[in-house]
Nanobody
Framework: QVQLVESGGDLVQPGGSLSLSCVAS????????IGWFRQAPGKEREGVVC???????WYLDPAKGRFTIARDNAKNTVYLHMYRLQPEDTAVYYC?????????????????WGQGTQVTVSS
């Protein structure tokens, strides 16, 4: 059974940093495209960053220069390291197994979702 479990969401002050984890089971995360998405209240879910099965990485505009994605195949885990967080980064963050990385990353390409973890940026 394919499963993705996120953790690490928290309340953080503006300008702070936070790291999220996504532990996979039921498949080999190193052979898959894994994306991070987020959904803010009242907004559509959007793609943030993706790492491909060949270790290519794509950062969409919200993440460029501030977020880093990394994968630990031995732990079957993908991480999202976030820096210089701003209130507009407040959202539920989801990791997902996706059929496509790159500019085509969207919820339509997702084959499995995690349950999400809340990130709140506020003073």
């Amino acid at each position: 059974q394919v499963q993705l479990v996120e953790s690490g969401g928290d309340l953080v002050q503006p300008g702070g940093s936070l790291s999220l984890s996504c532990v996979a089971s039921g498949f080999n995360i190193g052979w898959s495209n894994i994306g991070w998405f987020r959904q803010a209240p009242g907004k559509e879910r959007e793609g943030v960053v993706c790492i491909s099965s060949t270790d290519g990485t794509w950062y969409l505009d919200p993440a460029k220069g501030r977020f880093t994605i990394a994968r630990d195949n031995a732990k079957n885990t993908v991480y999202l390291h976030m820096y210089r967080l701003q209130p507009e980064d407040t959202a539920v963050y989801y990791c997902a197994r996706t059929s496509e990385c790159g500019s085509g990353l969207s919820p339509r390409t997702v084959t499995s979702w995690g349950q999400g973890t809340q990130v709140t940026v506020s003073s």
